[in-house]
């Protein structure tokens, strides 16, 4: 095994591999930036370095400086946790050329995945459902109109680099496909450096539902159910749970078998997860993408199948076979995840950065909270402001939902604005209780939260400007310029799971225009 192992990550996930490494007892070693000097991973690593400024293009995506502190500390393998260098496929060849172990899929694998019209390709190829449409992009607008007409409105258009709903546009009708066009394809130039376009029909009342997979260098590949993870905003997951509330026994099996075979045909190995839209409306299922990384929202796997995916995934990449079969795995229980956010829920969550002055972290029976902070550390402008994850084990939902009601009662942050209370008003939310999970759920929930607040309105109506409207407006401006600042990064590094919060804010910033 590893003897020493460096985390090119920060937050919630490097303190999550290093809980692995000290089981498994392999000597952790973080990396840090400026911003990052007294965090609680640099403080639970048995050593750290210094990889650069605050700014993550100066700092965790920087291949060179990271793969140099593990090859000058003696690491021999580097996980890469989720965003920043996860799905970098330059980043695993640099380790590897290092003479390291990269922890996740080969690079070639994850340079098919990355390119979502190839991903679609690939997956159709090997027998999955993929939404009706084209399969190499568009040339013209002349082509869209066609093709739009031959799959019958309404349609999406998606950028072919992209994925994370970035360079996708909804159309209707016919009459805004030209609008849509232009858009989507400056949208993928400005984000992917790349403006090709491809077309989808759309799912009706679609739900996001995900398949863990795992595959090992001996030709095992298995899959450990599925995440219900409908529940978004603005294209970031919010609350994930295990099993899939729709999920009637079948759907699992029929989509965990797609998964396996897309794995296998793509010669997979290690932790990974298909991505699947389902329709609330069919149940018919279809491949979205697949993302060669562990995912935020594994704890709820974890908790339902009783398997450590990080210490598999550091098994595997040690050429270990997988310690389980498909037939090992049992699936037991329910399990919620919220993801909390330092932001403000009553002022369009907006990022609320600064000391964090006291903490209590709930704990008692089936609760479980990976947290990236402790009292008294700083959560900062630069990264992502999701400080930490709750999640909790029910036998059944009803009992997982008491349980997450119970867990956010005890929990207290202080100093910073969180969104505990908007998960408080949640897991009271009779549309959540009954399981009405699709994509569209958070909107209707702000709208009915809004409507019982009486929020965004008064001053407006009488044709003044509010506060709430100039700290919003002073709101966009500031992430417009954090924005500029931060564009020259290469757009492959600004994908994945949240490395960043520009993206989230200019989505924000284009959301306060439509909104104003
Ligand atoms: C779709 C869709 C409907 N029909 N594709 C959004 C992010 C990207 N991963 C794919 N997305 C969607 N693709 C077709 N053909 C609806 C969405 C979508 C969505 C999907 C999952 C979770 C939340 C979503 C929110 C809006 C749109």
Redesign the pocket.
Known sequence: MFRKLLIANRGEIAVRVIRACREMDISPVAVYSEADATALHVRLADEAYLIGPPASSESYLRIKRIVEAARGCGAEAIHPGYGFLAENADFSRAVAAAGLVFIGPPAEVMELMGSKINARRAAAAAGAPV?P?TTEPLTSLGEARATAARFGYPV?L?AAAG???KG?R?VVVEEDIASAFEAARSEAAAAFGDDAIYL????ER???IEIQIFADTHGSVVHLGERE??I?RR?QKVIEECPSPIDDGTLRARMGETAVQVARAAAYVGAGTI?F?VSDVTREF?F??MNTRLQVEHPVTELVTGIDLVREQIMVANGAPLSFTQEDIRWRGHAIECRLYAEDPDNNFLPSPGRITSLRVPAGPNVRDDGGVYAGAEVSIYYDPMISKLAVWGRTRGEAIERMRRALGEYTVGGIKTTLPFFREIMRDEEFIAAQLD??FIERFNERRDARRGTRGGDEREGRTSDRTIERDLAAIAAALAFAQDAQAPAQFQSGERPASKWRLSGRMASLNTRA
């Open positions: 939404v449409g999406m998606k994925g994370g709903g996708m909804l989808e029909k759309a799912v679609p739900r996001h993870c409908s978004q294209h991505e839209l279809y979205l993408e994509t569209g």
